[in-house]
């Protein structure tokens, strides 16, 4: 007994040990912040944002014709906001509503970029116009913020961008790379029409990018429990998606008399059997390059533990939902309270983990399922994109104009399960990113897509000082 208890005790030492080994050996992977330029911004670029938030750009469904009214009215609307824009750059209309903006660089031996933005929004559920500070669509504008749909998600970017570039114009900055804005119409519904034209368009022309940087990602404040400062996520890849329904069909009848197998029941069972089957939770890329970056920044038990995932896989993985996950979204069936309905159906949302497929999915749902439930594909479905590389220049460039515009946050690369019109763009560019400093915090998120759309003018003009230095970064001559 003495023996075992010895080799326990040093069993427990060796572990300790190797812990402590990992963790003391964990350093920080930021770069150092550089002091960048003042620049001193146009006065009016609240009212702007304002004026862009009025005209309403909404994405209803795949089927919905865009209202040509306010996407035109939002295209005359950059153009008389944008003077110097369109006048120096090059503008083409994709698909009749997408817009793709060319600043031609004096270099042409060297690779281009391209910033994407998309000017579409989602709807606003009339039930919650009572729960807005202001009308979603009259972008008003407080003592410290400006309230309305789009602002967040994802005019706030797009008109930022803008922004940026005017002010370049004005100082008389000519880029030495070239630099495309892309910005698609119907991002919030898949994106085919709109960013996925603007890319053939691209690749037709023979365009490689160095790199392109849509939205995605976020400046994080208050949401990781130990870290006081901002963390900087860029996300390197996005999960997938695809929607499954599940049909049901039987002979139904009087509610009196139930069969064994009930329509509903059985369609019930699906669900329930498919929620407790999950995927399983994987430590793939990027998510181990999130662990690397993070681990270091983290007071030392959560130091410990992500620099000890061997360990503490399982945990940390559930923590960031490192799965493809489960979701369903829509059921309906039946037509009276005493008849067993014929036909039931429900619509199954997943979002695909970086290497799973959707083929993957589809055998996992008829393995969990009665083989007598019909299985089809239905509407957007796209695999998990690659995942771009922290090790670019592309990256190590916006990695640093990140520490030097916020140089008390945190970058790290990450995984995001949404998905961006960027997915499009890995066959006309080196690599892809998903990053905008729009701050969200724990009141902020559910305002994405949500109640009260708002952004605060601080974090506006953060945007556009981002974007600006960003440009000017990837422009100017070496």
Known sequence: MKKILKLIGILILFLIAVLLFNTLRTNSKQVASKPTEKVTLASDIYQ???????????????????????????????KETFPLAHENLALEKISTYSLLYTWKGTNASKKPIILMSHMDVVPVDEPTLGDWEAAPFEGKITDKEIVGRGTLDDKGTLIGLLEAVEQLLEESFQPERTIYLAFGHDEEIGGANGAAKIAEHLKAQGVQALMTLDEGGFLA????????????????????????????????????APPKENTIGMLAQAIVDLENNQRPYKMVNPIDYQLEYMAPELPFVQKMALSNPWLFKKPILEK???????????????IKNNVIPTVAEATINFRILPGETIDIVEEHIKNTISDKIKVERVGFLTNPSPVSSIDSEGYQTLQ???????????????????????????????????????????????????????????????????????????????
């Open 48 to 78: 702007n944002l304002s004026k862009g938030l009025q005209h309403k750009t909404i994405s209803f469904s795949e089927e919905a014709i865009p209202d040509s009214t306010a996407f035109f009215g939002f295209h005359r609307f950059l």
């Open 221 to 256: 404040s208050g949401l990781v429990p130990g870290v006081e400062d901002d963390v900087a996520v860029v996300n390197l890849a996005e999960k997938g998606f695809a929607s499954f329904k599940l049909i049901v069909e039987t002979n139904g009848g009087h509610s009196s």
């Open 320 to 334: 960031l939902n490192a799965h493809t996950t489960t979701a369903p979204t829509i059921i309906g069936g039946g």
């Open 400 to 478: 640093q104009t990140i520490r030097d515009v916020f140089p008390s946050s945190v970058v790290i690369p990450g995984l995001v399960g949404g998905g961006t019109d960027a997915r499009y763009f890995y066959e006309v560019s080196d690599d892809v990113y998903r990053f905008y400093p729009i701050r969200l915090g724990p009141e902020s998120m559910t305002r994405f897509h949500g109640i009260d759309e708002k952004i605060s003018k601080d974090n506006y003009t953060e945007i556009v000082l981002f974007s600006y230095h960003l440009i000017k970064r990837f422009g100017a001559q070496k």
